[in-house]
């Protein structure tokens, strides 16, 4: 069965930088297009990057600042996130794109706060 674990976050200064990871088991390839998802507490639950076989897009409030890739021998995607801002603060999680709703994991807190 699909599983998807989120690590890598933390709390972290405005300004600074951090990486995501998600690792994937159970079968998932790169046949799929895989996406980061946040959610702010009281806020939905939004697209961030999103990685679709060699092309990339991303939410406009991260652009220039967040980079998605994906590792397919290691069955891992990544969120490269800098010069990171207080409204970046969720549960980071990741998804193929359009999610499965039985994939979600349980995400990794990203904090940015002076």
């Known amino acids: 069965q699909v599983q998807f674990v989120e690590s890598g976050g933390g709390l972290v200064q405005p300004g600074g930088s951090l990486r995501l990871s998600c690792a994937a088991s159970?079968?998932?390839?790169?046949?799929?297009?895989m996406a980061w998802y946040r959610q702010a507490p009281g806020n939905q639950r939004e697209l961030v990057a999103l990685?679709?076989?060699?092309?990339?897009d991303y939410v406009d409030s991260v652009k220039g600042r967040f980079t998605i890739s994906r590792d397919n021998a290691k069955n891992t995607v990544y969120l490269q996130m800098h010069n990171l801002k207080p409204d970046d603060t969720a549960v980071y999680y990741c998804?193929?794109?359009?999610?499965?709703?039985?994939?979600w994991g349980q995400g990794t807190q990203v904090t940015v706060s002076s």
């Open positions: 159970g079968g998932i390839s790169g046949f799929y297009s």
């Open positions: 998804n193929t794109h359009p999610v499965e709703r039985r994939y």
């Open positions: 990685i679709s076989g060699g092309a990339v």
